[in-house]
């Protein structure tokens, strides 16, 4: 169990979750403040015939790369402000069957989505595409995996251990997922500009704050988002280990991935099947309607059964120790 002693009194959780507001809000800042300058350089290189390729970057390019930048840059010496040296104090612990859960995460995730896939073939809900390029398939593979993992250990792992040692387990994964669902929609805007100011990255700051899509395909779409963020977040907390949650989730990006790759949603206007099935969300990886949330629903049961009969030695009570 975590020690969680420093936390447990009201005025340590809100100082607390006050560094975390201050981290994410200078990140932001730092994002926008900077990535003007980032791209003035580079244009002031590319000019020199240094750093040419970077030249036809839009801005948005910048403003998304300089705040992930500055998030991995800033993460390490929050997490010693927060006094956290250790991943164990995120609760998470070295897993003996990290194969095993990292395959059945994956076999658990895919299995709902190729029988949902089946579904909507059959139904001609999709109807498949007239040429397949098989090298795209290992792209998709390597995105799943690499998303997958980034996605995880910072809402899974650092967001997640943090928020339980500040408001206890059960409420910090209802918050997470909450959190997980929406910071999806904030993507910056990918509109053309023509002049870089100062005040740009601003500008698309706010931009990306308000650019959410129509309320009815918002609401399934965090609907699916938090369902899954519970799904991945009881994963983490039960196995006290993010290669389950990893599993899963690569699952799920290869398997959505691998359905856009493999035939084409034929529905004009995108919302005529609805609320059955509705359209991709979130640059085409977050599908819409109940029969998605069905096989969300479908992939909890099996992964609340995994954790119960699989034969392990040990199973953690997860982040935060509470």
Known sequence: MVDTG?????????????KILLYLFVVLLIGALLSPPIYWAVQALADQGILKGLADHPFHRY???????????????????????????????????RTRDLSAGMIIA??????LTWIYLAGDTYRFNKSHEFTKLLRILATAGFVAVVEEFLFRGVLLGLAARVIG????????????AVVHF????????EEVHWY???????????????????????????????????????????????GIHAGWIFGQQ??????????????????WVGPNMVSGAVPTGLA?????????????????????????????GR
């Open 186 to 193: 904030l993507k910056p805007v990918k509109a053309m500009v």
């Open 258 to 275: 691998g359905l856009q790759w493999l035939a084409k949603f034929r529905a004009k206007p995108a919302d005529e099947f609805l609320p």
């Open 292 to 320: 998605p949330l069905l096989a969300l629903l479908l992939t909890a049961v099996v992964v609340c059964l995994y954790l119960r009969y699989a034969s392990s030695s040990q199973r953690a009570v997860g982040p935060g």
């Open 110 to 115: 895919l299995v709902p989505l190729l029988i």
């Open 6 to 18: 420093r936390l447990t009194t009201f005025p340590s959780r809100v100082s607390a979750l006050s």
């Open 169 to 180: 387990r059960w409420p910090a994964l209802l918050a997470v997922s909450a959190v997980f």
């Open 200 to 246: 740009t990255g601003l500008h698309h700051l706010g931009a990306a704050l308000s650019s959410f899509p129509e309320p009815q395909l918002f609401a399934w779409a965090v609907v699916s988002l938090f369902i899954a963020g519970l799904i991945l977040g009881y994963a983490a907390l039960q196995t006290k280990s993010l290669w389950l949650p990893i």
């Open 63 to 97: 403003f998304s790369r300089t705040t992930q930048v500055t998030a991995l840059m800033l993460l390490i010496p929050t997490l010693l402000w927060l006094g956290i040296r250790h991943p164990s104090e995120f609760g998470l612990q070295r897993n003996p069957h």
